[in-house]
């Protein structure tokens, strides 16, 4: 897995989440975003990354929504 493009694919997909009014309500869709479209072997490499190293290159919301909703994802 290509982890600085996940990285990039995810605080993509954060910014566009960031701009939701209901942060606790984008926190959750941008969660269910990369449970839809990720493959598990792209949501595995990026819970690792947040597990083993923090997530520092991740955007807050990006780092937030992965730490709330480990569990969904890692199915």
């Not at 730490?67 to 969904?72: E, Y």
């Amino acid at each position: 897995m290509n982890l600085p493009h996940l990285i990039k694919m995810a605080n993509q997909i954060g910014t566009f989440f960031s701009t939701m009014p209901d942060h606790e309500q984008a926190v959750m869709d941008l969660a269910s975003h990369i449970k839809r479209f990720w493959e598990p072997r792209m949501r595995r490499a990026l819970l690792l990354y947040v597990d083993e190293k923090g997530g520092e290159e991740l955007s807050d919301i990006v780092r937030e929504s992965v730490k709330l909703h480990h569990a969904m994802l890692a199915v």
